[in-house]
């Protein structure tokens, strides 16, 4: 299948992490991209309990390195978005491509620093406080779907809602 938006996760981690990720995936049609090697196996209990019974919903790819996942997707080196606490701006001072690549490193390294350098241009970040490392994997990828999907006007997502009244 081929998203318009697309989560690419190098060398994740943690398998909550990655389960709490496929869910929004899932939730909003983006697809789901893990680069190799993972800190876990994709049957990890932890992993699918955090996607809860979403994985039925979920594009996901998997691939055995970042040459790898450029080989299979060459329209990522120039629709690529990638987050890092060390970029020089931040995730709402870009546009994202129709068919946008969002890019985010492993929780304890983020992405390599060589790749983020030759991509500087790409690459952007969610302000915080100083002196704080950074949010949490799951938290990012919520914060930057949200915000392609926000300069989308939300688009395909559902308009109507169990809404409450007052009556």
């Known amino acids: 299948m081929m998203n318009d938006i697309n989560i690419v996760l190098y060398e994740p981690e943690i398998p909550q992490n990655t389960g709490n990720i496929a869910r929004t995936c899932a939730a909003v049609g983006a697809s789901l991209h893990l680069i190799e090697p993972l800190g876990f196996k994709v049957d ?11 994985w ?3 594009d996901i790819t998997y691939y055995k390195n ?13 629709n690529c978005r ?3 606490t060390k970029a020089p701006r931040a995730y709402t001072e870009t546009d994202y491509p129709k068919r946008v690549f969002l890019m985010f490193g492993k929780e ?10 030759e991509r500087l241009d790409k690459c952007v970040r969610i302000p915080m406080r100083p002196g704080l490392r950074s949010l949490n ?13 926000r300069q989308r006007g939300f688009e395909g997502l559902r308009e109507d809602s169990d809404v409450l009244t007052l009556e």
């Open 82 to 84: 990638c987050f890092t």
């Open 66 to 78: 970042l040459d790898d996942f450029f080989a299979r997707n060459p329209d990522a080196v120039e």
């Open 44 to 54: 990890d209990a932890k992993l699918k309990r955090a996607g809860l019974d979403y």
């Open 137 to 149: 994997l799951s938290n990012s990828v919520a914060v930057a779907v949200y915000e392609v999907l």
């Open 108 to 117: 304890t390294a983020g992405l390599p620093e060589d790749f983020l350098r």
């Open 56 to 58: 039925h919903f979920l």
